[in-house]
């Protein structure tokens, strides 16, 4: 039988990476349901026709039931996935990251799905006084965001537990790549970076930019998902999705600006609400058990996503 994925979220930065992922396997066919908040028809645009578009709300469980319908496997991404947005604007973050959530799960163990595979996010672990953060850590979310994303997950093991589901989550650290949205304040900090360096624009750190984070880039994170969708033997249990190393704000920035020649000293601001201080991946289980095997080191990551963003930063300037 060949499977039919469904992607929600699949209009978003990791979404579309890993639409492409799947499309590339060539054993099967490929839907996403996204309400297009944060994603972009253009991040899918020279893969249409290969694969069906649902504009709908994952707040909306008959809307779900009939999007989730037929799938085999569905890679729950769809979220709002900002820290600080879910302290200006919680509501919105739990009713879409807790009951979205809910009603995938829900759709998925009544339509039978062989498994589900859900984002889930490192900011769960909350600051912990051992670094790498390993998977049998206590959890302690700083923020609304990194709670709902962890309240997800037990969701998913409660699935897999009391419904049949089979459900993996994968903690994914901080992502970056090509078509990550540059712009809004709320957007991931290297797609800020990535737009001020074009600009010849000094970034704004909050804090002294001494906290670190686990960079992964997008194309690693999308080939562990599809590895997570077809191990053996992994329902109900939760993987760090990381490269395993960590590298300070300052670093990256200073990194950048070798790679571009420039020197643009960033600004200072206040720390951040709900901001975890360092960031790294213990990577042995998903080494072991999904074959994690991250290809990408930073600076191949930046350079192929400066690439990206030099080319099509400019084609929406001259476009505007
Ligand atoms: P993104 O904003 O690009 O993608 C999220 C997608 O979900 C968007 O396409 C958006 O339109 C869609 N969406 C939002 N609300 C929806 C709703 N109510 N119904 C249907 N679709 C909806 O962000 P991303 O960085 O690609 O994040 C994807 C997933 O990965 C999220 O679940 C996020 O929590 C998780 N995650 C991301 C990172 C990271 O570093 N980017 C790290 C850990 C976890
Ligand atoms: C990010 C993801 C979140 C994910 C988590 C997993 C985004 C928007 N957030 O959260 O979905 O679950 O990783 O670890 O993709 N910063 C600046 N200047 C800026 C913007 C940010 O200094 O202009 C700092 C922040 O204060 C923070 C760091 O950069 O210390 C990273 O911030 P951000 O990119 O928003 O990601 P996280 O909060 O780590």
Redesign the pocket.
Known sequence: MSSRYLVTGGAG?IGSALVRALLDRRDGSVAVLDNLLTGREENLSELAGHFEFVRGDIRNASAVERAVAGATHVFHLA?I?????SIDDPVPSHEVNIDGTFNVLRACAAARVSRLVY?????AYGDTEVLPKVESMLPRPK?P??AQ?LMGEYYCSVFSSCFGLETVAL??????GPR?DPSS?????????MKALIARTS?????D?E?S??FTYVEDVASLVIKAAFAPNVSGNVYNA?NGNRYT?NQVWRELEKIEGVSLP?RY?P??A????D?QADTTAARRDLAHDPRFTLEEGLRRTLAWYRENLAEANTAR
């Open positions: 930065f979220a996935p900002s820290v600080p947005r984002a889930a996010s490192s900011s923020s965001y990194a994303k903690r994914f650290f901080n992502v970056y990550q304040p709320y957007s991931g900090v290297l797609s800020l970076f970034p704004t750190i909050f804090g930019g906290q984070r686990d990381g704000l960033p601001g720390p951040r709900g901001d975890v201080r960031s």
